[in-house]
């Protein structure tokens, strides 16, 4: 990389003894030796709930370290009877074997771990919450080149919004964190740099971003801002990933070390002024510095315990598929076998006693099947569980439901709307943190220099915080609902109103507070209509009642009002009634 634009004069940073880059052989050991104690107590945990999140081989295979016998720690929990031999096989030698299958055949655990599918609860968790975040439109304004650089993110030509959904949300929101690295793009080998246009040529003037994964961040340093002061990155040759090698950052510059702490090139200069790290949380542990929570470890737990569960179930269909037969000792040769005839026919005993001969023949044992039921039972338990908190619960009567319960009323879908539309409100509320963290990092980035704070004042990134949760059923039957309500108020017009405002925040969970003011407005004026009419029509029934005047002429209008629409029919009577019958005839009859 090339020397930014921006010499290094008129940087303000503090150089201090903790913080110098020191070149000798022996300081360079003991910087790639540095382990933070925050990072030696996690890192085990992130990278599980990472292996948790992509599933897998790299989950079926991954170890977590060694038990007290030397056999490697997985996912999938090992049996006491599971363990093996060291007189047969060196003490477990055989379990650097990346492939299950090979030993699959004459070990139980193998077997398990080979045909056990892995669950995959974590990532359609992850999936279903950020999918309905990014469905609507992430409103983003800044400066042009920050709107530049929001286009192509890595250099490669990835928006922010696919950068963010298809990595960066995903390990923030599993792992609790996430550390950004900004920096300007490297020097393309062969290409030299002499002049301002051959900067402007290669694009090296621009930013390009990508995350560090915690378990690679070995050890740190902040500041009282929360900003790294120096810190340690693991990186992975690409030719020979089981070498690592460290990059040590400070606010000054960055040096690269190999294992033994040998530098493998000069220290890279730069006038950020700070380390161009940053380290957004999901949720901050309360009793760590630099240390996030997981919204999905509990989720995380479950798919584990479901994986074992499962390779239980597994197990015990293979064993019990062929079945165990039980028959007379005698035709047991000394060798085990059983002498079978023509066509697999196994041949009865024959017995000769007083009242002739009988046959005995072979009876099949039957496995229990207790056991297994139990155990599916509690896989569906876990499955439910898992739905719940990930707020995915099926309704209530829905399929894979117990029959015994009933359908959810239109109240109880709106509480389940309500629940997940402020998990999801959280999320975002998150993502468009880290957002804006990573923003202020990229123009600190761009500007060769710490940038002012009234320039992040030109910045706005806004996340949608409303989602339409409701079916098209569920929103018509809550529509209705709302209506009938609203048609029978009046009698109470203060307590409706309240009542009613509460009810449309739980119907439509997070508009704006000016949004629910008007709505809330629309709501009272209705009300009070409603109350003013039956206010009135209440009057003029009492004013009838304490005048019998009155009530009279209403009773004669409304006697005077049926005879008009009744008088054709009764002049009809009349005429009827009136006239002689015809000559030979009979009297007409109204029918």
């Keep these: 990389r090339p020397l930014p634009r921006s010499s290094l004069q008129g940087v303000l940073t503090t150089v201090t003894p903790t913080n110098r880059i020191s070149k000798t052989r022996d300081d360079g050991r003991d910087i790639v030796k540095r382990r933070h104690p925050e990072w030696a107590e996690h890192n085990v945990r992130w990278t599980w709930l990472l292996d948790s999140l992509e599933g897998g081989n790299r989950y079926r295979d991954a170890i977590y370290g060694v038990d007290r016998l030397g056999v490697p720690i997985r996912n999938l929990v090992r049996h006491k009877r599971e363990y093996p031999d060291p007189r047969e096989d060196g003490g477990g030698a055989n379990w650097l074997m990346t492939d299950s299958w090979q030993s699959a055949t004459n070990d139980d655990y193998e077997l398990r771990r080979a045909r056990t599918p892995i669950p995959t609860f974590v990532a359609e968790a992850v999936d279903a919450h950020l999918g309905r975040i990014y469905r609507g439109e992430i409103e983003r304004e800044g400066p042009d080149q920050l709107d530049k650089w929001w286009k192509d993110v890595d250099g490669k030509g990835t928006s922010i919004d696919v950068w963010m959904q298809d990595a960066v949300a995903a390990i923030l929101l599993v792992a609790g964190q996430v550390d950004v690295l900004v920096d300007h793009p490297v020097l393309p080998e062969g290409e030299t740099v002499a002049t301002q246009a051959d900067v402007d040529r290669l694009g090296l003037s621009s930013a390009v971003a990508t995350y560090i994964l915690s378990e690679n961040m070995v050890w740190w340093r902040l500041l009282p801002t929360g900003e790294y002061a120096e810190c340690l990155v693991r990186e992975c040759d690409e030719e020979q990933p089981n070498v690592h090698c460290y990059r040590h950052w400070t606010a000054t510059e960055s040096t690269l070390y190999d294992e033994s702490g040998k530098t493998l090139a000069p220290p890279m200069p730069h006038t950020y002024g700070r380390v161009p790290i940053v380290r957004c949380f999901a949720r901050r542990k309360p009793r760590c510095c630099n240390v996030g929570m997981s919204r999905y470890e509990a989720i995380a737990e479950r798919q584990r315990e479901y994986y074992n569960r499962d390779s239980e179930l597994i197990l015990s269909d293979t064993t019990q598929a062929h079945p165990l037969l039980q028959g007379p000792e005698d035709y047991v ?175 439509l969970p997070g508009l704006d507070d000016g949004e629910y003011e008007e709505m809330e407005a629309e709501i009272e004026t209705a009300v009070q209509s409603q109350a003013t009419m039956k206010e009135q029509a209440d009057e003029a029934g009492l004013a009838m009642m304490a005048d019998p005047d009155m009530m009279a002429r209403s009773q004669a209008q409304a006697k005077s009002n049926t005879n008009e629409l009744g008088g054709d029919d009764d002049e009809a009577d009349d005429e009827s009634k009136s006239s002689p019958p015809a000559a030979g005839g009979k009297p007409k009859v109204k029918k």
């Design 333 to 507: 040769q000394s060798d085990g076998t059983i002498p079978i005839g023509p066509s697999w026919l196994l041949p009865k005993k024959k017995n000769m006693g007083q009242g002739g001969a009988t046959y005995e023949g072979f009876d099949v044992v039957e496995f229990p099947k207790d056991g297994a039921e139990s155990i599916r039972l509690n896989k569906a338990d876990i499955r439910d569980d898992v739905d719940r908190d990930a707020h995915l619960t099926k309704p209530a009567g829905a399929s894979g439901t117990t029959g015994k319960t009933v359908s959810q009323s239109g109240v109880s879908k709106r509480l389940d709307s309500q629940t997940a539309n402020d998990v999801l409100g959280r999320i975002a509320g998150t993502l468009q943190h880290a957002e804006r963290r990573i923003a202020e990092l990229v123009l600190t980035v761009l500007n060769d220099g710490p940038i002012k704070p009234t320039e992040m004042d030109a910045v706005e990134i806004s996340y949608p915080r409303e989602y339409d949760l409701f079916s098209a059923g569920a929103l018509a039957a809550v529509v209705v609902e709302f209506q009938s309500i609203m048609g029978s108020s009046g009698s109470a017009p203060e307590v409706e109103s309240t009542l009613l405002c509460r009810l449309l925040r739980l119907m």
